[in-house]
């Protein structure tokens, strides 16, 4: 499966912004989606991950409440709406794919898009 993130972009702290994936070449019901994000100089860190249905949610302690993942099957979509977002959001966001169920390891995805920048100022 191919997989590429957009939606990135310049925002003011306490803003909002909503990134999307687009899968292609396979059924995008057979992954779990995962986001991931990579700040300057660091590592890649866990965001949140969504079940292939869709009905399924997990995410990292310092996005809960702010973040929201969500899929659309039929549009191949996976979706990462971020709020009240902070100057430590600041990072390229990645989407990836598993087939090997819930992930929350970098290692544990198989399939990852080139990401999107997300900056945001105070």
């Not at 819930?102 to 990852?112: F, S, T």
């Amino acid at each position: 499966v191919q997989l590429q993130a957009s939606g990135g972009g310049l925002v003011q702290a306490g803003g909002s912004l909503r990134l999307s994936c687009l899968a292609s070449g396979r059924t995008l019901s057979s992954y779990v989606m995962g986001w991931f994000r990579q700040a300057p100089g660091k590592e890649r860190k866990f965001v949140g991950a969504i079940s292939q249905s869709g009905g399924s949610t997990y995410y990292a302690d310092f996005v809960k409440g702010r973040f929201t993942i969500s899929r659309d099957n039929a549009k191949t979509t996976v979706y990462l709406q971020m709020n009240s977002l902070k100057p430590e959001d600041t990072a390229v966001y990645y989407c990836a794919a598993t087939t090997t169920g819930w992930a929350l390891m970098a290692r544990e995805y198989d399939y990852w898009g080139p990401g999107t920048l997300v900056t945001v100022s105070s």
